[in-house]
């Protein structure tokens, strides 16, 4: 799941314009590099609401734990 969650990650960015500098999934820490045209928490607000949503999806057993 955590290298699921890190390939979403990445997409996302990708397709936001945003570079990662460096990051580590599984202690949930992750710097990134994003345009100043955006707002931080509405970057924050779609990496967490996308990979949430997918990971549900394909993880049914996690729905019992959240």
């Known amino acids: 799941m955590q290298k699921w969650c890190r390939f979403l990650l990445i997409q996302i960015c990708e397709t936001e314009g945003i570079e990662i500098l460096k990051g580590v ?6 710097h990134i590099e994003y345009p100043p045209s955006k707002s931080f928490s509405e970057i924050l607000k779609r ?3 996308r990979t ?3 990971l549900l999806q394909e993880f049914s057993n996690l729905r019992k734990r959240y």
Request: proline share 0%; glycine share 8%; aromatic share 8%.
């Open 47 to 49: 990496m967490k609401g």
């Open 52 to 54: 949430f949503r997918i």
């Open 25 to 30: 999934v599984n202690k949930e820490h992750v």
